[in-house]
């Protein structure tokens, strides 16, 4: 097998694993790259059909590109999909600077979700090298009653042997593509022919490389106005992922503090 392969075999098997260990369990959807390839691993996995619930919790600023991208796809791929809101700026900790207050948001958003279906454990696509806090995640990683992570005590997963059996009252992110890179996103994209959001196509010398809500989150100069031509740019630049996202040019603290109390 090429390295694709392997990636795609081992996020099949943490997918059927999770679903195998642990339920009830749903996938999240933020509509951009990475969790439109997770979704793609999840249909593979289980022959087309994608056996628990997918959601998308929703800020109500997300572009309209991927408005339409979702509503299109969980049609078309016959998703059980679950939309949910995000509760208003005003309840979240005012201490956050600017564009982290408003991420946080989601954070309380997906709280209330995870209560109101009764999840133990819900599926995210996040990559380890999408930013150092990020890095010290683990694969099936626990929580606590209130959704608080302990980035201090997390289990050992030597040899891809991962713990699934947690004590009553934890609840379990699953991160199936934490070994991914952002090249190996696109180069997976790109031999399967998975749809994307135009918005990271450059139009006009700009092009987003990551997603999210319109108010925090710019374009980078690009010139790629295709996949091949993204897989080239990412060969060669020195602009980090997450350059358009305002929140990660607040201060150093904001990130983790928000992965800490169930940030995405």
């Not at 196509?201 to 993204?230: E, F, M």
Request: glycine content about 4%; proline content about 6%.
């Amino acid at each position: 097998m090429d390295r694709l392969d392997e990636l795609e075999a081992q996020s099949v098997f943490i997918l059927r694993e999770a679903y195998n260990r642990i339920e009830p369990l749903a996938m999240l959807w933020s509509l951009g790259k990475d969790s439109n390839v997770m979704l793609w691993l999840a249909r593979k996995a289980f022959f087309g059909h994608v056996p628990f619930p997918v959601m998308h919790v929703d800020t109500g600023k997300k572009f309209k590109e991927m408005y339409e991208f979702r509503d299109r796809y969980a049609k078309e791929w016959k998703l059980d999909f679950l939309r949910e809101e995000c509760p208003s700026i005003d309840t979240v900790d005012a201490s956050l600077p600017p564009a982290a207050r408003s991420a946080a948001r989601k954070t309380e958003g997906l709280r209330q979700a995870i209560a109101k279906h009764e999840l133990k454990a819900v599926i995210a696509g996040i990559r380890r090298d999408e930013q150092a806090t990020r890095a010290k995640e683990r694969v099936f990683s626990p929580r606590d009653e209130t959704g608080q992570w302990d980035f201090r005590d997390q289990p050992p997963e030597f040899w891809d042997q991962y713990k699934t059996d947690f004590p009553p009252g934890a609840h379990i992110r699953i991160h199936p593509l934490l070994h991914w890179t952002e090249l190996d996103i696109w180069l997976y994209t790109r031999r399967e022919g998975i749809p994307i959001v135009p918005l990271y196509l450059a139009r006009d010398g700009k092009r987003y490389r990551s997603l999210g809500d319109q108010d925090i989150t710019n374009p980078v100069d690009s010139d790629a106005d295709t996949i091949d031509d993204i897989i080239a740019e990412l060969q060669t630049t020195n602009t980090a992922e997450r350059a358009g996202r305002a929140m990660d040019h607040e201060r150093e603290d904001a990130f983790e503090r928000l992965r800490a109390t169930g940030y995405m």
